[in-house]
């Protein structure tokens, strides 16, 4: 490369050298903000998704498991509350406050 000796010429050298690093921000920038609006749009459709199976269970008269047979699979978000909520529900029913036992032990004079 040959010398420059005009600072003019340098600082133009120097810019194009910065401009073509910047070209590359620029581009992840692009990119990252193609890829948010993508999971928003996810977002949104992962809910209108949802509300629409249960909008068909609620109101439409279908089972869950009907509308699996037909090949619509409840959403991946409604299983896991789903089974959550089982889980709870399962947790509740064991527990020993919902047992019904005749012989609790409380002590005298606290009754």
Same mark, same amino acid.
């Given at each position: 490369m040959?010398?420059?000796?005009?600072?003019?010429?340098?600082?133009?050298?120097?810019?194009?050298?910065?401009?073509?690093?910047?070209?590359?921000?620029?581009?992840? %920038?692009?990119?990252?903000g193609?890829?948010?609006?993508?999971?928003?749009a996810?977002k949104?459709?992962?809910?209108?998704?949802?509300?629409a199976?249960q909008?068909?269970?609620?109101?439409?008269?279908w089972s869950?498991?009907?509308?699996?047979?037909i090949?619509?699979?409840a959403?991946d978000? %409604?299983?896991?509350v789903?089974r959550?909520?089982?889980?709870?529900k399962?947790t509740?029913?064991?527990s020993p406050?919902?047992?019904?036992?005749?012989d609790?032990?409380?002590?005298e004079?606290?009754s």
């Amino acid at each position: 490369m040959a010398k420059l000796t005009d600072p003019q010429q340098a600082e133009e050298a120097a810019q194009r050298l910065l401009n073509d690093r910047m070209d590359y921000v620029r581009r992840a %920038i692009t990119a990252r903000g193609a890829l948010d609006d993508a999971r928003e749009a996810l977002k949104e459709a992962e809910k209108n998704d949802a509300q629409a199976f249960q909008a068909a269970v609620n109101n439409g008269g279908w089972s869950a498991d009907e509308l699996r047979k037909i090949g619509l699979t409840a959403p991946d978000k %409604i299983q896991r509350v789903q089974r959550r909520r089982r889980a709870t529900k399962q947790t509740a029913d064991s527990s020993p406050s919902n047992q019904a036992s005749g012989d609790v032990n409380v002590p005298e004079g606290d009754s």
